[in-house]
């Protein structure tokens, strides 16, 4: 019944509104993901400010922050008629619609090359994980969360100088804790020894202990699962932004015609 004493543009605007909320929560919970990841690894603690420009969170909290001035500035715009914040905040989106079209045509043409690319830096991650807290919080991450170890295979870690079978320390011959397929000890304590020596294993007798699979094919098997999800993902945030953008037109060129 409310929306039948409603106007065509108040309707417009209770949806720019709307999806304007729905975005704004969405940069709020991207940048809280952010700075969980910064506290999570103790950035601020171990980095201090020397390193803390090259972390990759910080693009988390980046893109939230972004990402709520701007649905904010949607929704400031709309409830109080604001035909400058409107005409700003349509020019970004349109922006950024442009450059989602555009990377999903690049990432589609370019799907080997991008495989490579992202292999080239899953190596080089290995090579840096001892010395670059980022690299191995996010090393650890992908290869926990994928149930993976390496790059193609576990012996990928002997391109590290502390892994490889050669160095003269404990970790020689081994991998990180995150290739385990148990790195806990009771369930509660992290043990970081579990991989080590795992690299003189055959492939039999390592299968209990770890992770014999690479990460690449886990991304690649992972991708193509989800595929459909992901897909439809796209479709729908496209979608909306675009529907932003035609609703929003619609609103100045109504207040415009009004004034």
Known sequence: RIWQHMTVQEVRRYLLVTSNLLFTVLGLVTLVVGLWGLINKESFAQEK??????????????????????????????????????????????????????????????????????????????VRYQDDLDLRFITNEIQTGLQCCGADTYRDWGINVYFNCSAPGVQAC????????????????????????????????????????????SISRWIEQHSGVIITVVIILLGVQILTLFITARLCLFWRQTV
């Open 49 to 126: 400010i020397n390193g803390i420009g090259t972390d990759p969170m910080l693009l988390f909290t980046f893109l939230g922050f972004i990402l709520a001035l701007l649905s904010l500035m949607g929704c400031v715009g709309a409830l109080r008629e604001n035909m400058c914040l409107l005409r700003t905040f349509s020019a970004i989106v349109l922006v950024l619609v442009v450059a989602q079209v555009l990377a999903v045509v690049v990432l589609y043409s370019l799907q080997r090359q991008i495989e490579d690319y992202l292999r080239s830096g899953m190596l080089a991650a290995m």
């Open 174 to 217: 081994g991998v990180p804790p995150s290739c385990c397929i148990d790195p806990l000890e009771n369930g509660t304590v992290w043990n970081s020894q579990c991989g080590v020596g795992a690299q003189k294993l055959d492939e039999f007798s390592a299968q209990s202990v770890i992770f014999l699979g690479g990460c690449m094919g």
